[in-house]
């Protein structure tokens, strides 16, 4: 049997896992991105209390590996009487992780909108959050994409670290193929493979949005 006859006997045994890897950081994506443009508002809010806080938890996101984060909410928060499942564990934490790195990717593409911009919305009655809105932030996410498209890679690959709290994701699968197999050094080059291959398609649906995006802008 060829390398390549065994892994696609290998892909049935592996498909749940890579399914449960993209469902984490697709909710980690679809979690983490807005909380992330929160934190970046709220660091810049002339608030000193909401800017204090957002700081916390953006520099305890960026500051803590995302492994020290899945151990802190998974053994951690049962010795204060709250127990989540593995699987919301690793999405509270991963959520966190991606927010506090976005947030200082929506601070920098914020601040890169030309101040020429603010004042054109302002003088065509686009106030407040209207010119946010319509003006500044569309402006500030196309800037931003480019490196929030790698944290999203990134975040893709750092879902395998969920393995370690028996999250069912690809890597765990991989593992528990290799203790039945023993071909430990073929299945995580699959594995490798399956990893490459998705973040290969992510990253060109994101040359196509940013395509789209200068288009319209």
Known sequence: MTILDQWIAWLPALSPGLGVSLSLTGLCLLLGMPFGLLLALAV?????????????LVEIGRGAPALVLLYLLYFGLPENGITLPAFATAVVSLS????AY????????????PKGQREAAMTSGLHGWTGFRYIILPQAIRISTPPLASLAVTIFQTSSLAFVIAVPEL???????GSITFEYLSIFCFTSVLYGSITLIALAFVRLGERRLNHYL
């Not at 966190?96 to 927010?99: I, L, Q, R, V």
């Not at 890597?171 to 193929?177: C, G, R």
């Open 96 to 99: 966190w992780t991606t927010g």
């Open 44 to 56: 810049e809010s002339k608030a000193t209390p909401l800017r204090i806080a957002a700081l916390i």
């Open 171 to 177: 890597m765990s699968k991989a593992y528990a193929l």
């Open 102 to 113: 976005s947030s200082e990717l929506f601070r920098s593409g914020l601040a890169s909108v």
